[in-house]
T-cell receptor, first 114, second 111 residues
Framework: DARVTQTPRHKVTEMGQEVTMRCQPILGHNTVFWYRQTMMQGLELLAYFRNRAPLDDSGMPKDRFSAEMPDATLATLKIQPSEPRDSAVYFC????????????FGPGTRLTVL | QKEVEQDPGPLSVPEGAIVSLNCTYSNSAFQYFMWYRQYSRKGPELLMYTYSSGNKEDGRFTAQVDKSSKYISLFIRDSQPSDSATYLCAMSAGSNYQLIWGAGTKLIIKP
């Protein structure tokens, strides 16, 4: 049963700390998306990669967020330093290039910054 | 004004009712229209996918697109408590374009 996995599932941290979220896309998928979901803003695209290359990260606050794909089985999203306004659920999704319409989402990382 | 507008609800209906969920949009370039379903504390999952105008049916679900009115709908027949979830519409101008998402409508089906 192929699925996207994300770790950690929950993270509570203090303001100013570094947070790293990890995602394992479905094997064979060549596109990875990072989203943030809040009650106020809904689902926001932060960044996405095709064949491990970043295509668009315009949705991310550049001064504190960074996204990478060190290899085809791992995508990371880092926040440094974290702020209370970063509290949200962060989703990773994967899919195929030329089929962005069908994205397979992971279970999300619920982040709380105190 | 957002590119995609969706009433966040909640929408509460009795079991067995027909449910109508809707989104409006402003970008006439959108060609692909999707409905994703999101259960509480889970990631969204693709439910229905329509290209251009027209209807598409899958079991109890029907997706309808009216490009002249820039309006899309999802109908659920014989609604079940297990249909209780948030339904998000999403649209794109092409199959390799990023999705533009609605806010999601929370649906509650009362037994």
């Amino acid at each position: 049963d192929a699925r996207v996995t994300q770790t950690p599932r929950h993270k509570v941290t203090e303001m100013g700390q570094e947070v790293t979220m990890r995602c394992q896309p479905i094997l064979g998928h060549n596109t990875v998306f990072w989203y943030r979901q809040t009650m106020m803003q809904g689902l926001e695209l932060l960044a996405y990669f095709r064949n491990r290359a970043p295509l668009d990260d315009s949705g991310m606050p550049k001064d504190r967020f960074s996204a990478e794909m060190p290899d085809a089985t791992l995508a990371t999203l880092k926040i440094q330093p974290s702020e209370p306004r970063d509290s949200a659920v962060y989703f990773c999704a994967s899919g195929y290039a030329l089929a962005y319409n069908e994205q397979f989402f992971g279970p999300g990382t619920r982040l709380t910054v105190l | 004004q957002k590119e995609v507008e969706q009433d966040p609800g909640p929408l509460s209906v009795p079991e067995g009712a027909i449910v109508s969920l809707n989104c409006t949009y402003s970008n006439s370039a959108f060609q692909y229209f999707m409905w994703y379903r999101q259960y509480s504390r889970k990631g969204p999952e693709l439910l229905m996918y329509t290209y251009s105008s027209g209807n598409k049916e899958d079991g109890r679900f029907t997706a309808q697109v009216d490009k002249s009115s820039k309006y899309i709908s999802l109908f659920i027949r014989d609604s079940q408590p297990s249909d209780s979830a948030t339904y998000l519409c999403a649209m794109s101008a092409g199959s390799n374009y990023q999705l533009i998402w609605g806010a999601g409508t929370k649906l509650i089906i009362k037994p």
